[in-house]
């Protein structure tokens, strides 16, 4: 049964909570642009220094002049709007959904999956600071609609190129390359020229039509079948693909291509929602936004009030079955005020011969932020693995087949962190599995932080989606501009450890699972990718995952 679209249960109720955000949102954008004419970020700086303007201080005051008598002139209406708009969330279920009906069911799930007896999907993750414009700019960060503009057409261009493999057959390794550049043209630009009509890339009808490849594209016959990891070819190890410790890995200055589901933190700002959904529809024909509460929450505090919504988005190139979103309830101070917390959803494969479903569960979550504060996200982990088992336990059929179990997301925690060991070892790690992490308090050796430092993100070294990534690839580089770890109270910090790499603050994830999926079904990895591509548009790296699922045909027999 397909989801409803709209998250209100009529019309009349839906007519009546958009007229109350209406009276609102003046006074809402009002307060947003007389914080936004205050505040500027580094880039902006630079640019009047370079433009010789000495009228700043002069704007900053008029402009904030007008905008607090604008914004007192409309606290009345927005006062009406919120008590139309305030009681109707408890109505409200916490996501809009929305469909582009294909030409053919077909072509939004895979078909054969049992004859092939394989199949491969990918996911990506990213944290993209999409706050209204006037928060968004404590991170360094500004033209919240703008950026969404651009990040949503810099996705596209990414996950629409062709799925190209570079094979080498040699009697000592066999493998594929990843290339990270492509044929098409890249957005190399400073500041948010991907919002140019120049930058923007077509659309065209295969990637709006063609449903994702069973296998990779030009995939030859003798790598069918065949189990365990696989080798990247030696002599074109620098070219790409990786290959360390049994996992695949590349930094790359695009998106990877066929994206199969995308999940997107911090999209607050519901118009940057809308954007992305309208950049990323013609990829992605389901998307979640909009996912979380508002106002009053139990136990009904002011302290529970929630101006935000969780700030997760989920695009899928499937169908979503169910979905269901839990929010936190142990936030403090200003976490406190957005509606973090856990979406899970069931995703339709397709069929496979015995007309059983297959499916896939997806969960993605943004946890507590504040440091030194990690009891409270190992509560929000319990809850996290209760609500994971909970959803599964009321949405798994007996007659489906299950083919991966995935959980995303900004975590706020990494692995390298003194401060943040009480984390490291939680019992979410045994359940899933992380390809990044050697244990608790150790990254594998070709791990990078994800965690941008945010006074440096318009520096010529990380401005573009090339430089960013040939500053990753190069440690001395890397160190300047990632978040170095955070030590524990009272500690000085040794990092990194004699003969070990800088790594930096990895708190961005993508983990699968095992055991709860169909017993005939083996997980492989493929390639981890950590992208480049939205550099000077956020200050996290995107991460990417492609797995590959393959039958166990004997076992699927029975």
Known sequence: ?????????????????????ALILPCFWFLDRLIAVCKSTTLERTQRVEQECYLQPLKVIFGACI?????????????????????????????????????????????????????????????????????????????TQRRATAIGQ??????????????????????TLSPSTSILPTVNTNTYGATDRQAQPPVNDACTESPPPLLNSNQNSNQQGRTGHRSAPRALLSQGLRQQDDVPWEVSSLFPANVDILCLEEVFDKRAAQKLTQALKPVFGHILYDIGVYACQPPCRCSSFKFFNSGLFLASRFPVLEAQYRCFPNSRGEDALAAKGLLSAKVLIGQNQKQKNVVGFFNCTHLHAPE?????????????????????????????????????????????????????????????????REGPGKEKPWVIGTLLEQPTLYEDDVNTPENLQRTLETEDLRKQYISPPVPALGCPLVYPETGQPWVGRRIDYILYRESSISKHCHTEIEEVTFITQLAGLTDHIPVGLRINITLDSDSADE
Request: aromatic share 12%.
């Open 1 to 21: 049964m397909a989801l409803q679209t709209s998250p209100f249960p009529n019309g009349c109720v839906a007519a009546i909570h958009a007229v109350g955000w």
């Open 67 to 143: 905008f607090f008598i604008l914004f007192l002139a409309t606290a009345p209406l927005a006062f009406l709007g919120f008590l139309l708009w305030g009681p109707l969330q408890a109505c409200r279920r916490p996501f809009y959904y929305h469909r582009v009906t294909p030409s053919s069911p077909e072509r939004e799930t895979h078909r054969g999956f049992e004859l092939a007896g394989k199949a491969s999907f990918g996911f990506a993750t990213a944290n993209l600071c999409l706050l209204p414009d006037g928060l968004a700019r404590f991170n360094n960060l500004g033209h």
């Open 154 to 175: 810099r996705i596209v261009q990414g996950v629409c190129r062709p799925h190209v493999r570079i094979f080498v057959d040699s009697p000592s390794s066999c493998g």
């Open 372 to 436: 030194g504060e990690g009891e409270i996200r190992c509560e929000q982990l319990n809850m996290v693995t209760k609500w994971i088992g909970d959803f599964q336990a009321t949405h798994k059929q007996p007659d489906e087949d299950v083919v991966f179990d995935v959980l995303c997301g900004d975590f706020n925690f990494d692995n390298c962190s003194p401060d943040d060991t009480q984390e490291q070892n939680h019992s979410l790690f045994e359940e899933y599995r992380d390809p990044c």
